[in-house]
């Protein structure tokens, strides 16, 4: 750092304030940046700073800008014993180790300050997204995730209808677990490690735990909550850990004492509901009422005849795929790509970009050791017929790229807005996938190019959509953020932008009037620009971080899912579409008596629907219940409990009362009333709760 000014010959960070130059690395190249918080790069080095250690020249130069506390140090990484650093710091430079609260609320505060509108974009990282590795630490880290959740919620189900023992022992296991697997180190470095014991095999064991401990008591507390009574009549009871009533799919085994050709499933008042055979299965429309269960009936008796979804192979050689909500026509020619996608209840809107040669759901990517790039769409494929049903109908797209077999399905459900896709690469001789740079060796960490940077040659599936100036949202934990970003690409480290898809990204026209939303079961980077559609990075395989080889040792499976939507993401319901998508309803089959008499259950529900239940767990006799403001525009949400409470509190994260409420009693039910922001967390305490059984 020669002057005031300008920063000589190392990346700067800089945010707010005034501006300053940049001095590019040929000593020529200026770059103006705002000035406000500056961290130079370290010798050989592109993870750390000058600030990492309060090194003497990061505080001197801190000071010389202006800045009266600047922050340095860097978080420790799990299990070291290398630091804190505070022996390296000068002596006329004392440092005081603080919380993030503390400084914001009681240090920086002393003057005034310009607002920072921070966003997910401000937090800019980068990791090697589409290979085999990540995608596998991500998924299982994914499920862990969905199914404690559950887990979770239906445990404590089961402790308040049929006082079940509720288990936070374990569930404390299952979440350490999931924490472990969640830390950084097993996302940068997965291969680090001993033979059987770097951290991806350390995730594996976490996450394995993890999911034990809530199959088991996913188990339990289905069985206590179904009272089986041999020889008696059958029942399927459906489970919604949703706080909005659900109406979907679901699918469970034909049980062998019934004739799959004569089944026949009535709800509780003895209505007929749609249902179709699949395989060895029975699939029905089912309606799950919020944070509860509904029940059905199993008659041997011939169901009536439906006609919704349909599969037809037209004349030109294109399959067409059609429910009530959609029309999608898929050309075997062009590789199985979707030729056209009508959304029958948006107007008709088509929202495939024919004019795109790219392909809608096609793949493509540059092949490094072939010196090319190759798309899926330049093949034929070939397609057969999976399910062809009234209520569920179902293809799957065999097809090649560059001599490699891989095979896509694509479903549609009648009433559902997912169109359900998937994707099997039957990998071979491990190709190199992405951009080619110091691919054959020369690889040096404190370079700032780096080949995993760039996702426009990675392979990708596409989705080229007929969208005027799009706009592209995307969700974050507890947040949305509207992208600024001209284009996701990048690559070298001083120039990295944030492109993680964590659940979702939404892209809608400029006017907000229509959108398509990209659902991924597991956390992964996105494509998008001017001149390049939407895209999920579906494949990397080269050199990554710490020059480690991230190669492909077997088949790649993704599950994705794509929403056509009017409006914009609030308004079409994303966020919950995604969270209903990421947990299915859970289903069963039980025996009881004729005269069977709770068939429909609701522990919570809520006036409005933009709510997401995150969590809802027992401490003691005491219900806890947290809420996350998705989508609601309302200041006010109107809850309603199945029971009574002593006392309903508003906690804070950490149990500090916030405010306790004025619960209405009517009915065996609690309703309360409170305040809750749009992308407001509530945490919410009903002591002492007593569930109506």
């Known amino acids: 750092l020669k002057n005031p000014n300008t920063c000589w010959g190392g990346y700067t960070r800089a945010f707010g304030g005034e501006l300053v ?3 590019g690395p040929d000593g020529t190249s200026i770059v103006t940046v705002p000035r406000y918080e500056i961290e130079a790069l370290k010798s050989r080095s592109t993870w750390q700073t000058i600030a990492s250690d309060n090194s003497k020249e990061y505080l001197e130069a801190a000071f010389k800008y202006g800045i009266e506390n600047p922050i340095g140090m860097c978080l420790q990484d799990a299990g070291w014993k290398n630091g804190p650093w505070l022996g390296k710091v000068p002596a006329k430079y004392p440092t005081t180790y603080t919380t993030w609260s503390n400084y914001v609320k009681n240090i920086v505060t002393k003057k005034p300050a310009v607002d920072w509108h921070f966003s997910q974009e401000d937090v800019q990282v980068s990791l090697v997204w589409g290979a085999q590795v990540l ?32 288990a936070n022992s374990d569930f404390d296991e299952a979440w350490r677990g999931i924490l472990l697997a969640q830390h950084h180190d097993c996302w940068i470095v997965p291969y680090n490690g001993r033979r059987g014991n770097t951290w991806i095999d350390k995730v594996a064991r976490w996450t394995a735990t993890a999911d034990s401990i809530s199959d088991e008591s996913i188990t339990k507390s289905v069985e206590a909550l179904t009272s089986n009574s041999a020889n008696k009549s059958n029942y399927i009871r459906v489970f919604n850990t949703s706080v909005n009533a659900r109406k979907e799919l679901v699918k469970i085994a034909i049980p062998s004492n019934i004739k799959p050709g004569e089944i026949n499933i009535v709800d509780e008042n003895n209505e007929p509901v749609a249902a179709q055979i699949i395989s060895d299965s029975i699939a029905f429309l089912a309606v799950a009422p ?12 011939k169901a009536n005849a439906i006609k919704d979804n349909s599969i037809a192979l037209q004349q030109d050689g294109t ?39 790219a392909g809608f759901n096609g793949l493509k990517g540059y092949f490094f050791k072939d010196s090319n790039f190759f798309s899926s769409n330049h093949n034929a494929a070939s397609i057969s017929i999976t399910v062809d049903g009234p209520l569920y109908c179902k293809v799957s797209i065999n097809g090649k790229i560059n001599g490699q077999s891989f095979i896509q399905t694509v479903a549609l459900t009648r ?116 001149h390049f559609p939407l895209g999920l990075t579906t494949q990397y395989s080269g050199i990554g971080l710490w020059g480690g080889d991230y190669s492909l040792t077997g088949p790649t499976e993704l599950h994705y899912a794509i929403v056509p939507h009017e409006g914009k993401w609030n308004d079409a319901n994303i966020w919950n ?76 994260l950490n149990g500090k009362i916030k405010e306790t409420l004025n619960p209405i009693i009517s009915n065996k039910k609690t309703t309360i009333n409170t305040a809750m922001t749009h992308f407001g967390v509530c945490t919410i305490r009903l002591k002492n709760f007593t569930a109506n059984h």
């Not at 919020?290 to 029940?295: L, P």
């Open 290 to 301: 919020s944070m509860g269960y509904a029940t059905y009936k199993l008659r041997n008796k």
């Open 21 to 23: 130059n940049w001095i």
């Open 577 to 652: 579409t995604n969270t209903n998508w990421n947990n299915p309803l859970t289903a069963t089959i039980f025996q009881a008596p004729d005269q069977l008499k709770d068939f429909t259950k609701s522990l919570i529900s809520t006036k409005e629907n933009g709510l997401e239940l995150t969590a809802v767990t027992m401490d003691g006799n005491d219900l806890l219940v947290r809420f996350f403001n998705a989508e609601s525009k309302t200041a006010t949400q109107q809850i309603a409990f199945d029971g009574y409470a002593r006392q309903v509190i508003v906690e804070e």
């Open 135 to 166: 995608q596998q630490i991500a998924k299982q880290v994914r499920v862990s995730e969905n199914k404690t959740g559950r887990a979770e919620k239906l445990a404590a189900m089961a402790k308040l209808y049929k006082d079940i023992p509720y």
């Open 415 to 530: 009433g559902e807005p997912v169109i359900d896709m998937s994707v099997m690469i039957d990998w071979q001789n491990n190709p190199g996938i992405g951009d080619d740079y110091k691919q054959n060796g020369g690889y040096r960490p404190e370079d700032y190019h780096k080949a995993f940077y760039d996702d426009s040659d990675k392979l990708q599936t596409l989705f080229p959509l007929n969208l005027d100036a799009q706009q592209v949202y995307k969700n974050a934990p507890f947040d949305v953020t509207k992208s600024k970003l001209s284009n996701t690409f990048f690559q070298t480290w001083d120039s990295i932008k944030n492109n993680v898809l964590l659940n979702w990204v939404d892209v809608t026209d400029g006017q907000g009037k229509y959108g398509m939303a990209l659902f991924s079961d597991h956390t992964t980077s996105y494509t998008h620009g001017q």
């Open 319 to 357: 399959y067409k795929l059609e429910s009530d909500l959609y029309r999608v026509i898929i050309d075997p020619a062009k590789g199985g790509t979707i030729k056209s996608l009508i959304a029958k209840k948006l107007n008709n809107k088509e929202f495939v970009d024919q004019a795109n040669s």
